[in-house]
């Protein structure tokens, strides 16, 4: 029997990023020692760039936000990266936003993040309903994620097929009760939720966790799984218990 694990993130949104756990997956990649590592997307939080930001949220800039993103992509060094919705504000404004002292930063810090990317060697597709990215041995599709609802797994599975993705920031999973299988896993994300204050009013948040996700896959079958570790009030749970 041939495996590989793998780990995989999303969700931690720059300077909003949890240190404690960024300290646990630090400590799970050290046990684990994955072959593969995987980043699903929201790496930057740009709240500055959305088209409905509060003056209070443009006077912050991008700047802090933007060399935290980078800081974390540093020591993950992800194999694979899938662009999120809050990382596309970036290279939208660049295109899109009125103000010509914005545009030109913001096409300044997207050229320079392509070019920093490239040279960590992360291979990444931008955030559009019909890019996603596989592992060298196939598997599920990696995408960031475009849907939320009462069972965001299955919406997804229905339209991807087998998928891991973020952007709800509540974990969960969907099986297909079918002969072929084929499963859906949601991550939550790796953000400080205290500090996620635009959320405040949105009930979804109640739902929203600290997690992430290993896995192994059987090069020689095309079998996979992967297993969910998740933040319960401050202890770190995983399928062995307390870590």
């Not at 545009?103 to 392509?114: F, I, P, S, V, W």
């Amino acid at each position: 029997m041939s495996l590989e694990r793998s780990i995989f993130i999303a969700d931690t949104h720059g300077d909003l990023v949890c240190q404690d756990a960024v300290k646990m997956v630090k400590q799970v990649i050290e046990e684990w020692k994955p072959k593969h590592r995987i980043h699903l997307g929201d790496v930057w939080d740009f709240r500055a760039l959305r088209k409905k930001a509060e003056a209070e949220e443009r006077a912050e800039g991008i700047s802090y936000d933007y060399n935290c993103g980078f800081e974390l992509l540093e020591w993950y060094r992800p194999h694979f990266l899938t662009m999120g919705n809050h990382d596309y504000r970036l290279w939208r404004a660049a295109r899109e936003t009125s103000n010509g002292v914005m545009a030109d930063l913001c096409t300044r810090l997207a050229d320079e993040a392509e070019d920093k990317l490239r040279k960590l060697r992360i291979k990444w597709c931008p955030y559009a309903v019909d890019q996603y990215l596989q592992l060298p041995m196939g598997g599920p599709k990696l995408i960031h994620g475009f849907r939320a609802g009462a069972n965001p797994a299955k919406a997804h599975f229905d339209i991807w097929g087998s998928c891991l993705f973020g952007h709800v920031h509540r974990p969960g999973s969907y099986e297909a009760p079918h002969i072929d299988g084929g499963k859906a896993y949601a991550l939550g994300t790796l953000a400080n939720l205290k500090k996620m204050t635009y959320a405040d009013h949105h009930a979804a948040k109640l739902g929203w966790r600290q997690s992430f996700r290993i896995g192994q896959h059987n090069t020689k079958t095309g079998r996979w799984n992967t297993w969910e570790i998740t933040n319960e009030d401050g202890q770190w749970m995983a399928p062995t218990g307390i870590l």
